[in-house]
């Protein structure tokens, strides 16, 4: 495991931490007390053999004063410091701030995830109950059930003189009404305990239902499992509406496979990199249907949004840091609209994803067009986004959300309808 260029920082904080002496430490380790005072200001390196002395006398394993466990605690505090650049964060000095207080630096850290994840979290579930269609239909048969209840139950408590035929009918009624308000009721509940990624019969839509069934698969098959089917598993989902989606998306990269042999689409992959024009160019095949081959090369390990011309999102296999709406329309500055309205035409962007996280993408978009019922009939277009992920943050973004109403971007002119949050400044 690499040793850190702060390997003497690390030692000197373990040691004070300890209450010992630099020259008992260095007396137990059999060097020289000046030795261990140049090591310790990081004007000398260690050997291994040193170091596992030293950590030896102060207890502790070589792996403590290594690079490779804080190296991801080093990530996670440069992402935070990336999400709130107005705060003044002295990024260069991360480094010593890790070796000094490594405590300190764990607790930032783990309470940035915190945040990133509550933010989720809320975006999820406002999502989910702002757009969410089925859950329009579980709450207004409730509360139709409830009106109805509520109605005759007033005739009764009014009606003195009601006669007993029409009670006993009003009667029924209320007992009908309280029994389809009890299993709405109960099927609201089973809906909201099963969360966004309920996969139960009648409690998801069939689209996520198709596509939680290619999160299953990582979202890939083999050219193998194409060219025989994959209709017993296709078979199993719950929903007819997901398994005819299912089946219409196997049936696609079958031809995609077809027409691009996975050995020759990752050779070609390979030698042009994550370019769909020039693979298109390469391979002979559409831009849109070498997107769709990259998106199922977990190698590639890019994100893909699909839409059709209303603007409808027809297919989301997500991307790191690129917040996916569950329901509803999209952030109306994806480069993927766009497209729609310039048909052949690639249309690259570097775009920040608005928000704590503030991840930066390359996405590319491309919009074709089909005539399936020739000259005169419609012309169906069909666009498509590749989303690939950037590690910099050099140089100008567009900055986009994930939909309006969860979007704390403040100043955005696209903006058609009220955030329920704010931007932190």
């Known amino acids: 495991m690499p040793l850190s260029a702060l390997t003497g920082t690390r030692l000197r904080e373990r040691r004070l931490a300890a209450g010992l002496r630099q020259a008992d430490v260095a007396a137990a380790a059999g060097i020289s007390a000046s030795y ?16 596992d002395r030293l950590g030896a006398a102060l207890g502790l394993e070589r792996t403590a004063f290594s690079e490779g466990r804080e190296a991801a605690l080093l990530d996670d505090l440069r992402a935070a410091a990336a999400a709130s650049e107005g705060a003044g964060a002295e990024v260069e000095r991360l480094e010593e701030f890790v070796g000094r207080y490594p405590g300190w630096a764990a607790l930032v850290a783990a309470q940035h995830g915190r945040v990133m994840r509550l933010e989720r979290a809320l975006e999820a579930l406002n999502d989910r109950m702002t757009h969410d269609p089925h859950l329009s239909h579980a709450l207004h048969e ?23 035929d029409w009670r006993e009918r009003f009667h029924r009624n209320l007992h009908q009404d309280s029994e389809r308000m009890a299993v709405g009721a109960e099927a609201l509940v089973a809906y909201l305990d099963a969360g966004s990624g309920a996969e139960d019969e009648g409690f998801v839509a069939p689209q996520e239902e198709m596509e939680s069934w290619l999160r299953s698969r990582d979202w890939q ?3 193998e499992e194409l060219r025989h089917g994959v209709a017993g598993e296709v078979a199993g989902l719950a929903s007819s509406a997901a398994r005819v989606l299912a089946a219409g998306h196997v049936a696609r990269a079958a031809r995609d496979a077809h027409d691009m042999p996975r050995e020759v689409f990752i050779g070609a992959w390979q030698a042009v990199g994550p370019d769909p024009v020039a693979l298109a160019e390469r391979l002979g095949a559409s831009v849109s249907a070498v997107m769709r081959r990259l998106a ?4 590639a390990k890019v994100g893909l949004v699909v839409c059709d011309a209303s603007g409808t999102l027809t297919f989301r296999k997500p991307s790191p840091g690129f917040q996916l709406p569950r329901f509803g329309a999209a952030c109306p500055l994806w480069p993927l609209y766009a497209a729609l309205g310039r048909p052949m035409q690639p249309i690259e962007a570097v775009v920040e994803m608005a928000g704590q996280t503030g991840a930066r993408h390359r996405v590319i978009a491309f919009c074709e067009t089909r005539h399936p019922a020739g000259l005169r009939g419609p012309e169906l277009r069909e666009a498509s986004m590749l989303i690939l992920p950037l590690a910099g943050r050099e140089g100008a973004a567009l900055r986009v959300g994930s939909t309006c109403r969860i979007c704390p971007r403040g100043d955005c002119p696209a903006r058609r309808e009220p955030s329920i949050i704010t931007e932190v400044p």
């Open 142 to 164: 409730v509360l139709s059930a409830l009106s109805s209840v509520r109605s005759t139950a007033a005739i009764l408590a009014e009606t003195e003189d009601l006669e007993p």
């Open 221 to 223: 098959f083999s050219d």
């Open 296 to 299: 199922a090369l977990p190698e």
């Open 36 to 51: 261990l005072n140049l090591i310790e200001h990081n004007r000398r390196r260690v050997s291994g053999n040193v170091l």
